[in-house]
């Protein structure tokens, strides 16, 4: 009877992380083959603009990128002016599409909202990418972090996204369309010590995401959540010049790479970790139970706290 038991929990279980993790690249080529047929460009099937915030560097940049590749306008929405005109005209040179910047400071907290309603609302925006977000760098316990760091860790990665969807989204609705994708983190499969406000935020969004998918499905409005690890961005510059000696800095993934098959789930997927390689790297972690997870990945990220101390203080000698 023991044994019975045993064999269904063990079968139960192989059954449900086989389905977490081979859903998404099963999922992926059957619905590319499908807009293989069906040739539907990403304007016509969700509206005319993408807006993209934190799309002055990084993955935001990625995204607008991609998205203008694909024909689409695009809003870019960042804190830095002259560096969003500087990416505003690099895309209309190299892709053709027409572009718009908002300079919005997400850590300013309520404020700035009324002037991106007031911007946004009256463009047919097809597709939403919440990607602005801020760190604290290398990992450090809470008590370490400033008042400000944590309010902008709040701001930034937990207001913009809740409240950007709640002035887009009714529009969305009521046009019956629309493609919402919010920029989470691996590292909301689990709390994470020594990341552990950052963690906290992205836990947030995914989940924040994944109930919003629901009430939008009715109005034929997708969500997507993206749950990227390490991408080399001004956000993870501290492992790429300071430990390529170590195995963190291997796993990092260029911006480029990330959007080559990020970009391919747009429309196809409502959870991906953006790349393979971070889907194999999620898969190995759902191996264990949270609280493994959790001391696991605790003592990395304790380590590395260490680790680049060290190496800030061989290079200040």
């Known amino acids: 009877m023991l044994c019975t038991f045993l064999t269904a929990v063990g079968l139960y279980t192989s059954i449900f992380w086989l389905y977490e993790n081979l859903r998404a690249p099963v999922l992926l080529v059957l619905l590319s083959l499908k807009n293989l047929v069906l040739g539907r460009k990403l304007s ?3 509206g005319k603009w993408a807006v993209v915030t934190g799309a002055s560097d990084g993955i935001g940049k990625g995204y607008a990128n991609y998205l203008a590749k694909k024909g689409m306008p695009v809003v870019l929405v ?5 560096k969003l005109k500087q ?3 690099e895309i209309k040179t190299k892709h ?4 718009k910047i908002v300079v919005a400071d997400f850590s300013h907290g309520q404020e700035i909202y009324a002037n991106l309603e007031k911007s946004l609302l009256p463009l047919d925006i097809g597709i939403l990418v919440n990607n602005v977000g801020v760190s604290h760098g290398t990992p450090k316990p809470v008590y370490a972090l400033s008042k400000q760091q944590l309010w902008d860790l709040i701001n930034v990665n937990v207001a913009s996204t809740t409240l950007l969807c709640n002035i887009l989204a009714p529009a969305m609705k009521q046009r019956g369309r629309g493609l919402i994708v919010n920029i989470s983190s691996m590292s909301a499969i689990c709390p994470m010590p020594y990341l552990t406000a950052y963690s906290a935020t992205k836990a947030y969004v995914t989940s924040f995401s994944v109930a919003l998918r629901e009430e939008l499905k009715p109005f034929n409005v997708e969500v997507q959540t993206v749950q990227p690890g390490f991408v080399h961005t001004n956000m993870t510059e501290f492992l790429a010049s300071g430990m390529r000696d170590k195995i963190y800095s291997r796993f990092l993934l260029g911006v480029d790479g990330f959007l080559s098959y990020a970009g391919c789930t747009l429309g196809k997927l409502d959870r991906t970790t953006g790349h393979w390689s971070h889907g194999l790297q999620t898969a190995v972690l759902y191996l264990f139970p949270e609280f493994l997870r959790t001391y696991i990945t605790g003592q990395l990220n304790k380590t590395l706290s260490q680790e680049i101390r060290a190496s800030s203080k061989r290079k200040a000698r």
């Open 87 to 89: 990416v505003a005209d």
């Open 44 to 46: 016509e099937r969700y």
């Open 96 to 99: 053709g599409v027409e572009t």
């Open 78 to 82: 960042a804190r830095n002016e002259s």
